[in-house]
């Protein structure tokens, strides 16, 4: 037996160092050759490091979150064979890279909660208390008594022939009335602490600099697609094997690359350091999507060129190849400008923050029917909220409020979208 010492390989692209973001090992462990031991997150990229050798792991260096430099020994082995401490060639050690993305999103998978929840003190058993004679109720009556750990004979009905009705339940508990049976509050103390590594902590920088450098400014309207539904439905009822199903989200992206035409300096990005801004012909969309390891913004390119199934095609590969981890640094980055849409949990408004280093982006809640006055009578109609965010140094209240107006006419009357 040989103890060999693993250095963290040159990954690439000219990268020094990386952080630990998950161990797939601990001490002890026995491990084949090319069995994923660590994941390292670099600037470009994460990357799964495999193991060089077949043995028992003596040793780790780094804990979750330290950062390692390229070179530094990563993991001590105890294999057969004469010792050598030389790295493996870099091509041997990278088995799965996936591109980062700042965006918000939930802490990525394997990320270990490093203090406990002090649990609270387990309650005595009671038993139930018996009622002296028969009791009448209806089974939903006994059943919710049983669930709440009331005795019925503890209760005076106020049924025909004494019979313990809803009623009498409800008053019962409302009294804070129960069995010496039933479920006792507990006071909670415990805490969590959840070192902010990987993916979280990128996302969390990118928030810090997004909000610091740009001063941001919010619109919101709310918009009648009632014609869109219908356009919608008809699309989808219609569509062939091969064309996926339409959502709001592809008409959405196709008025903007209209709307974009007349309002250029909403599809821009500020180059701060050149003090210039950029103003973009190609539509270039980041659609913020939720996957197992946090909010990734893959990005249809050349929206403009596209007719709506295309758009949809384009945007469920991008989202689909994000989700599984199959992304390109070519998916994920060149957005010109986002759109988030938070699905049914969309609620009624929020104050979306830019993607650095765009000047905009959009947030798309959920559609809902509601009561609307139209020509002087109530009728229901499909109404779905936007907000949007502005970067004020570029776009002025004015112009952002414009871009909105002119997507909402466009939505509210679809044709316009294809004319």
């Given at each position: 037996?040989?103890?060999?010492?693993?250095?963290?390989p040159?990954?690439?692209?000219?990268?020094?160092?990386?952080?630990?973001?998950?161990?797939?090992?601990?001490?002890?462990?026995?491990v084949s050759?090319?069995?994923?031991?660590?994941?390292?997150?670099?600037d470009?990229?994460?990357?799964?490091i495999?193991?060089?050798?077949?043995?028992?792991?003596?040793?780790?260096?780094?804990?979750?979150?330290?950062?390692?430099?390229?070179?530094?020994?990563?993991?001590?082995?105890?294999?057969?064979?004469?010792?050598?401490?030389?790295?493996?060639?870099?091509?041997?050690?990278?088995?799965?890279?996936?591109?980062d993305?700042?965006?918000?999103?939930?802490?990525?998978?394997?990320?270990?909660?490093?203090a406990?929840?002090?649990?609270?003190?387990?309650?005595?058993?009671?038993?139930?208390?018996?009622?002296?004679?028969?009791?009448?109720?209806?089974?939903?009556?006994?059943?919710?008594?049983?669930?709440?750990g009331?005795?019925?004979?503890a209760?005076?009905?106020?049924?025909p022939?004494?019979?313990v009705?809803?009623?009498?339940?409800?008053?019962?508990?409302?009294?804070?009335?129960?069995?010496?049976?039933?479920?006792?509050?507990?006071s909670?103390?415990?805490t969590?602490?959840i070192?902010?590594?990987?993916?979280?902590?990128?996302?969390?920088?990118?928030m810090?600099?997004?909000?610091?450098?740009?001063?941001?400014f919010?619109?919101?309207?709310e918009?009648?697609?009632?014609?869109?539904?219908?356009?919608?439905q008809?699309?989808?009822?219609?569509?062939?094997g091969?064309?996926?199903?339409?959502?709001?989200?592809?008409?959405?992206?196709?008025?903007?690359?209209?709307?974009?035409v007349?309002?250029?300096?909403?599809?821009?990005?500020?180059?701060?350091?050149?003090?210039?801004?950029?103003?973009?012909?190609?539509?270039?969309?980041?659609?913020?999507?939720?996957?197992?390891?946090?909010?990734f913004?893959?990005?249809?390119?050349?929206?403009?060129?596209?007719?709506?199934?295309?758009?949809a095609?384009?945007?469920?590969?991008?989202?689909?190849?994000?989700?599984?981890?199959?992304?390109?640094?070519?998916?994920l980055?060149?957005?010109?400008?986002?759109?988030?849409?938070?699905?049914?949990?969309?609620?009624?408004?929020?104050?979306?923050?830019?993607?650095?280093p765009?000047?905009?982006?959009?947030?798309?809640?959920?559609?809902?029917?509601?009561p609307?006055?139209?020509?002087?009578?109530?009728?229901?109609?499909?109404?779905?909220?936007?907000?949007?965010?502005?970067?004020?140094?570029?776009?002025?209240?004015a112009?952002?409020?414009?871009?909105?107006?002119?997507?909402?006419?466009?939505?509210?009357?679809?044709?316009?979208?294809?004319?």
């Amino acid at each position: 037996m040989a103890r060999r010492a693993f250095k963290l390989p040159d990954i690439g692209e000219g990268v020094v160092e990386g952080e630990v973001v998950t161990w797939h090992v601990e001490v002890g462990t026995r491990v084949s050759e090319d069995d994923s031991i660590v994941d390292i997150m670099t600037d470009k990229s994460t990357v799964t490091i495999p193991s060089p050798y077949s043995g028992v792991i003596v040793a780790l260096h780094g804990e979750i979150g330290d950062m390692v430099a390229v070179g530094a020994v990563l993991v001590e082995f105890e294999s057969e064979g004469e010792a050598d401490d030389s790295p493996p060639a870099p091509e041997e050690s990278v088995v799965e890279e996936v591109p980062d993305v700042a965006e918000t999103a939930d802490p990525p998978a394997g990320v270990p909660e490093v203090a406990a929840v002090t649990a609270p003190p387990p309650m005595a058993k009671v038993s139930a208390v018996v009622p002296s004679g028969p009791v009448l109720a209806s089974p939903a009556v006994r059943r919710r008594a049983r669930e709440s750990g009331v005795d019925l004979g503890a209760l005076k009905g106020t049924g025909p022939g004494g019979r313990v009705q809803q009623s009498d339940l409800d008053a019962y508990l409302a009294t804070g009335g129960s069995s010496p049976s039933a479920p006792k509050q507990v006071s909670r103390n415990g805490t969590k602490e959840i070192k902010v590594v990987g993916l979280r902590r990128k996302i969390a920088e990118q928030m810090v600099r997004s909000m610091n450098a740009i001063p941001h400014f919010s619109y919101f309207e709310e918009i009648d697609i009632t014609e869109l539904e219908a356009l919608r439905q008809l699309l989808n009822s219609s569509r062939g094997g091969e064309q996926p199903k339409l959502t709001y989200l592809p008409f959405i992206m196709m008025a903007l690359s209209k709307a974009f035409v007349r309002h250029e300096k909403c599809n821009a990005i500020y180059d701060e350091e050149g003090g210039v801004v950029i103003q973009h012909e190609a539509v270039n969309l980041g659609i913020a999507t939720q996957t197992d390891k946090g909010l990734f913004v893959p990005v249809v390119k050349h929206v403009e060129s596209m007719d709506v199934w295309q758009a949809a095609t384009e945007m469920q590969r991008v989202s689909g190849s994000a989700r599984d981890g199959s992304a390109t640094l070519e998916d994920l980055t060149g957005s010109t400008f986002t759109i988030t849409s938070l699905g049914r949990e969309g609620g009624l408004g929020a104050t979306p923050i830019i993607n650095h280093p765009e000047v905009g982006i959009l947030g798309i809640h959920k559609a809902r029917d509601m009561p609307v006055a139209r020509g002087g009578s109530i009728e229901i109609r499909r109404i779905m909220n936007v907000s949007s965010s502005w970067d004020h140094r570029v776009v002025d209240g004015a112009d952002g409020a414009a871009l909105i107006q002119d997507l909402k006419r466009m939505l509210e009357h679809p044709a316009l979208i294809f004319m």
